[in-house]
C-alpha cells in the first residue's frame, strides 16, 4: 500500500483525495475526499488573467489541504491545474503561491493528459462489467473544458474542447454583469451552437458515435444524477454507478433553464457553487448524448482525482 494526495484544480472547483493505493489489487481506498468551490476562472475567458480574488479563495483551500495531507502523512503529492491556469497570463503567481503552501508546484497538463486521467480514474473498476459494453467513451464536463476519451481497456482516442459550465455561463448567460434568471431562448440557442461546434472539432480527433457506454464524470453530471435520483441531500454512494436516461437528462436540463436562481437554490441536493452555473452543465450533457447516440449515461464519482491519485501510485 501506498499513502497518496492528489489534488485537482479545475476551473470551478479545487478537490483533493488522500488514498492508500495497492497497485498489485488495483484497490483504491479513500482516507479522505473532499471539494471546496472556488472559482479559480472567474473571468479568465474575458480578461485572460486570473482575479487576485479568486486566487485567494484558492490558496484558502490549499492551506486547509495542506493540513489535512500532513495529518494523514500522505508519501507523496501531485497537483494537477486543468483549463483555467492553462488560459491564464499571470499563472506564474498561481503556480508561486501553490508551491509556498504545499510545497509542490502544480502541474499545468494539456487537455490530453488530463482526458487520460479522467479515462483511468473513471474506467479502472468498470473494465470487468459484463453489463457495459466497451469501448466506453469518458466524458469529463468541467468549468472551462470538456475532455471527451474513448478507450477499451487502453486509450483509443482523447480531445479536450473550450466548453464547460462556467465558460458557457460567463460567456452566454451574463447581461449587464448578472447571471439571466432564467436565460433566454436567444441565450440557449448561442449555448447549444458553441456546444455543437465543440462536439464538431471533438469528433475531428475522436469518434465519438463508435462508444457503446457512455460515463460521465465531474459535479455537472453528479449533480443532475442527484436531483434524478430525488435525493434530499448528496450522497456519493447512491450517484457513484447510477444511470439516467437520455428523457431523465432532457427533462431536467429544460427543468434547470427554464428556472430562477432561487429555485435552483432550493433544491436540496444543489451546492452553492453550482447554481448559477449548472443550467449550462447539463445543458452541455444533454448536447453530448444527443450528439453521441447515447440512451443512458453511467455515472462515476470516480474520475481525474483517482487517475491522478494512480499516477502516483504506479
Avoid at 246 to 261: F, K, M, P
Amino acid at each position: 500500500m501506498k499513502r497518496v494526495a492528489a489534488i485537482d484544480c479545475g476551473t470551478n472547483s479545487i478537490r483533493l483525495l488522500v488514498a492508500d493505493a495497492d497497485p498489485a489489487t488495483g484497490e483504491l481506498k479513500d482516507l479522505d475526499r473532499r471539494m471546496q468551490i472556488v472559482r479559480l476562472g472567474q473571468g479568465v475567458d474575458r480578461t485572460g488573467r486570473l482575479a487576485p480574488e479568486a486566487l485567494e479563495r484558492t490558496f484558502a483551500a490549499c492551506r486547509e489541504y495542506a493540513a489535512v495531507i500532513k495529518g494523514l502523512g500522505a508519501e507523496q503529492v501531485r497537483f494537477v491545474a486543468t483549463s483555467a491556469s492553462r488560459d491564464a497570463e499571470n499563472r506564474e503567481d498561481f503556480v508561486n503561491g501553490v508551491v509556498g503552501i504545499l510545497g509542490v508546484e502544480p502541474e499545468v497538463i494539456t487537455g490530453d493528459q488530463e482526458a487520460e486521467f479522467s479515462y483511468t480514474g473513471a474506467t479502472k473498476e468498470l473494465s470487468g462489467r459484463t453489463d457495459l459494453a466497451q469501448p466506453f467513451l469518458v466524458v469529463d464536463i468541467g468549468g472551462g473544458s470538456t475532455e471527451f476519451v474513448l478507450g477499451d481497456g487502453s486509450v483509443r482516442a482523447a480531445r479536450s474542447v473550450d466548453v464547460g459550465c462556467v465558460r458557457m455561463t460567463e460567456r452566454h448567460l451574463l447581461h449587464e454583469g448578472a447571471i439571466s434568471d432564467p436565460p433566454t431562448a436567444g441565450q440557449i440557442s448561442a449555448i447549444k451552437a458553441d456546444v455543437a461546434a465543440a462536439l464538431d472539432r471533438a469528433e475531428e480527433t475522436v469518434p465519438l458515435r463508435e462508444a457503446a457506454t457512455l460515463v460521465g464524470l465531474a459535479g455537472s453530471v453528479t449533480t443532475v444524477a442527484a436531483i434524478a435520483l430525488g435525493l434530499e441531500s448528496y450522497d456519493s454512494e447512491a450517484i457513484h454507478h447510477s444511470r439516467l436516461s437520455l428523457a431523465q437528462v432532457r427533462e431536467i436540463t429544460g427543468r434547470l433553464l427554464s428556472s430562477t436562481h432561487a429555485e435552483r437554490a432550493a433544491i436540496p441536493v444543489m451546492h452553492p457553487g453550482r447554481v448559477d452555473v449548472i443550467a449550462a452543465g447539463a445543458l452541455v450533457l444533454l448536447s453530448i448524448m444527443e450528439r453521441t447516440g447515447a440512451g443512458e449515461v453511467v455515472v462515476s464519482e470516480h474520475d481525474i482525482l483517482d487517475g491522478i491519485a494512480w499516477s502516483i501510485a504506479g
